[in-house]
């Protein structure tokens, strides 16, 4: 048989069966209604933990962005410096960070979806729960119990296919958000603990100690010339510096005549 | 012939579109068989295509079971398979005394 005619089916079967457990029909139009307003808080509930969802993969999002960025300065920093293995390494770095980017933007995609077709689900149950709100009372009004059994399983059935179709998406999105959730905590931890360098790029970021390092060199080298400059131009700037009479002024002065009496003797 | 598509509500639809969809049905219920993946999206793209496009939005006020009802536009064989298989549908409680 086919595969639509199977699947309504099966909601057919849900309905009449809950139907068959019924005893007074009017009492069935009541208790459903009182399910339908369920449901509805629990579809709304979903449309907000989808978005809660989406929100914090978004927020990780950013973080892997920051890193990727970070990695793309590394790489342009080795590189002026004349080191492309480090800056090769970032590179390498940065597209596995990019990966997973791309990965988390796949699932941002995915439940942002969930949560536009939640909440059109809720909102086309809105609109079923207050038709059959009007239809419950027409009928409790209008027709004799016997009379109102046809029209009351009409009524049913038909919501009942609804509610079945809303609780199927309902569903969805939870397995959906759970999955994601799974992935977002070990993404999280990663952030958090910084292992997510280490994963890629080895303890306590290899490739910016290497720049660290090289930026720390360049720096002292250009210290000692700078303090080489001073010497061989003679302690002037000191003295005068000196000349200006604090109290650690004499000392000074002392200290910078030491190495030319020491030169003069 | 009334239409659901699971997740957007139900469609009224002619016979000529009908019958496209009875086509359609068998190459699901192949492709299903299969566990043709591919297959099953094809089909199921065209079907849910069909219906969005030929279809009449049934009014909120009119309380109708289906006489076909096609899985979520984004379904997998297996997510149907499942379904088939074990016939539940989430909220149960519905109608219980």
Do not use: C, W
Not at chain 2, 58 to 71: E, G, H, K, N, R
Request: net charge negative; glycine share 8%; charged share 30%.
């Amino acid at each position: 048989m086919s595969v639509m005619k199977r699947v309504s089916l099966i909601f057919r079967a849900k309905a009449n069966k809950a139907l068959d457990r019924m005893e007074d029909p009017r009492e069935t139009l009541d208790y459903s209604y009182q399910q339908q307003v369920e449901m509805l808080t629990r579809v709304r509930r979903g449309v907000a933990d989808v978005a809660t969802s989406r929100k914090r993969v978004e927020l990780q999002m950013n973080s892997l962005q920051k890193e990727v960025d970070r990695r793309d300065g590394q790489a342009r920093d080795a590189l002026s410096k004349g080191r492309e293995d480090l800056a090769r390494a970032a590179l390498q770095n940065k597209a596995s960070l990019q990966g997973q980017l791309n990965d988390l933007q796949g699932q941002y995609a995915n439940l942002q979806e969930q949560e536009e077709k939640l909440t059109l689900a809720s909102q086309r149950l809105q609109s079923k729960v207050d038709a059959f709100r009007t239809r419950k009372e027409t009928i409790k009004a209008t027709y004799t119990a016997a009379e109102a059994q046809t029209r009351i399983n009409e009524a049913f059935s038909g919501i009942s296919e609804e509610m079945g179709d809303v609780g199927l998406a309902i569903q969805r999105a939870e397995d959906k958000t759970a999955q994601m959730q799974a992935r977002a905590g070990a993404i999280d931890e990663l952030l958090a603990s910084g292992a997510l360098e280490d994963h890629v790029s080895g303890p306590q970021d290899a490739i910016q100690a290497e720049l660290d390092k090289l930026g720390a060199d360049h720096s002292i080298e250009a210290e000692l010339a700078q303090m080489k400059g001073e010497l061989s131009a003679g302690s002037t700037p000191q003295l005068e510096a000196s000349a200006n009479g604090d109290s650690s002024g004499s000392e000074a002065t002392q200290a910078a005549e030491r190495p030319q009496a020491g030169d003069g003797s | 012939m009334i239409v659901r598509i699971l997740g957007e509500g139900q469609f009224q639809v002619d016979a000529d579109a009908a019958a496209r969809l009875t086509a359609l049905d068998a190459e699901l219920d192949a492709a299903v068989e299969k566990h043709d993946e591919t297959a099953f999206r094809a089909a199921l793209g065209a079907a849910v295509g069909l219906v969005r496009e030929l279809g009449t939005t049934v009014p909120d006020d009119t309380f109708v079971t289906a006489d076909y009802i096609l899985p979520f536009s984004d379904a997998s064989v297996d997510e149907v398979r499942k379904l088939l298989a074990d016939g539940t549908i989430p909220g149960d409680s519905i109608g219980r005394p």
